[in-house]
């Protein structure tokens, strides 16, 4: 019993219907068997399809094997050359030998031999153009290394620019590895639209060292200075900010270039707010990257004497406002805001107060740099008494102006001096009466009406009598 079973297992498994299953059998076909198993016709086609290579230029196979009229109807016998042009199918398959090295079942060694040689040829030897330049502007990998010369370089540049995108970048960074400086800033210089997505990207990813030196390069100074400002100016640490700000100064003394002299101005005031930073610490408010607005602010909230102002000390707010190139308008603005807010009203009348400088020994006399209009609308916003906003308004000439603005403040004496200067005697009546019994604007118009009254020879009314 035990040599039956064990000759049934022998023969169980030597059966070929108990064989074991693999993808790879139905390729391994013998072409004895198939000559064997069919007719002599069919054997004739088989080895002439293999030896002519059929299978790679006759798809007509499976497609005469499929039926799919139901599904296409009249578009059964519908070719692929009516669906694409043929420059469109060229490019497709030139795009396909670009990145298809798997080869096709079947293939002999000479014809795989044959295949190779082709990708290699097109890949390291025959640059092609337009498929390049299709597949990086879709984002695929392309090989570059194929364009050697410098004029191939060139022309697969120039097709990029013309289309624009990221794929400029791919190229440009492939010309800087593959070229000397000079060559590529010679490229650089004839293709100004090539010159700005290289400092876009320089820009983007943060090197600023190259950014700047390729800005040097091309003589933008200018901007080479503004961005080393703004570097300098960005760093953590006081001490490397004040580093990199004498270095950049001592470097646009030494070396002679071009910038205007208001960058100039910049970076010495940038200097001596550093130098302010560490000795009087003034960044304790608003930070140590405090614009000198900011910091002009605080030395007007430390400021007690307005008067008189100490222009040797360091925090005083005109030689602060010297020291940062700060503009008079600037800073009386700032110097409003700030006195208002801290309700110190007093000292409003001494920030617009000036001495003429070809007189010293005369009177102060009020002078301000901005719209008059600003400050009276930014005092109403502030909430400044009457008194200030009248103050204010006195200053102004035009009285049609100031009798608008005045109404729109509602400062109602100054909306009376405005009267009494258009003479408008009707409408300060008509004023006189809607205001409140015995109260302090009503007086106020009464003696104005009077003295609008009792004005009865004016400067145009003299007539001289011979």
Not at 186 to 191: A, K, M, N, W, Y
Not at 343 to 358: G, K, N, P
Request: charged fraction near 25%; charge should be negative.
């Amino acid at each position: 019993m035990e040599s039956q079973f064990d000759n049934a297992d022998e023969n169980y498994w030597n059966r070929s219907s108990r064989a074991a299953f693999s993808f790879d059998d139905e390729d391994d076909i013998d072409i004895d068997d198939i000559g064997k198993s069919g007719t002599s016709s069919d054997q004739t086609k088989l080895s002439s399809k293999w030896d002519n290579n059929a299978i790679f230029n006759d798809d007509s196979i499976s497609e005469a094997s499929f039926d799919n009229s139901a599904a296409l109807g009249t578009l059964n016998h519908l070719s692929i050359k009516a669906i694409l042009s043929e420059e469109a199918l060229k490019l497709v398959l030139q795009e396909q030998t670009l990145d298809d090295h798997v080869l096709a079942k079947g293939v002999t060694p000479e014809e795989e031999l044959k295949l190779l040689r082709r990708q290699i040829q097109s890949t390291l030897y025959s640059p092609n153009l337009e498929a390049t330049a299709q597949k990086l502007l879709h984002g695929k990998l392309a090989p570059l290394e194929m364009f050697k010369s410098l004029q191939e370089k060139q022309e697969l540049l120039d097709t990029l620019l013309s289309h624009g995108g990221d794929a400029v970048i791919g190229v440009l960074l492939f010309l800087k590895r593959t070229l000397n400086s000079t060559q590529f800033h010679s490229i650089l210089e004839q293709r100004p639209k090539a010159l700005e997505h290289y400092l876009s990207y320089l820009r983007q990813s943060g090197d600023v060292s190259n950014y700047i030196v390729i800005l040097q390069r091309f003589g933008r100074h200018q901007e080479a200075a503004l961005r080393q400002f703004q570097a300098a100016i960005g760093c953590s640490e006081m001490s490397t900010r004040k580093q990199e700000l004498q270095r950049l100064i001592d470097a646009y003394a030494s070396a002679g270039l071009g910038i205007i002299p208001l960058y100039e101005q910049i970076f010495h005031a940038a200097l001596k707010l550093q130098l302010l930073h560490e000795k009087e610490q003034l960044s304790h408010r608003f930070g140590a990257h405090a614009t000198p607005i900011e910091l002009l602010y605080v030395c007007c909230t430390q400021n007690k004497n307005w008067k008189d102002q100490d222009m040797l000390k360091l925090t005083s707010p005109q030689r602060f406002a010297a020291d940062q190139e700060i503009s008079a308008a600037q800073y009386e603005w700032t110097a409003l805001n700030e006195r208002a807010q801290a309700q110190a009203y007093a000292d409003l009348e001494c920030i617009f107060e000036r001495v003429s400088t070809w007189h010293p020994l005369k009177s102060r006399q009020f002078h301000i740099s901005f719209d008059l209009s600003l400050a009276v609308q930014r005092l109403f916003e502030l909430q400044a008494p009457a008194t200030v906003l009248q103050l204010f308004l006195s200053k102004m000439s035009n009285s049609s102006e100031k009798l608008a603005l005045a109404q729109r403040v509602k400062c109602i004496k100054a909306v009376i001096d405005a009267m009494v200067s258009l003479k408008q005697q009707q409408e300060l009546q008509q004023l006189k009466e809607s205001l409140p019994d015995k109260s302090e604007e009503q007086f106020y118009c009464e003696n104005a009406l009077k003295s609008l009254q009792s004005k009865r020879w004016t400067t145009d009314n003299i007539k001289l009598k011979l």
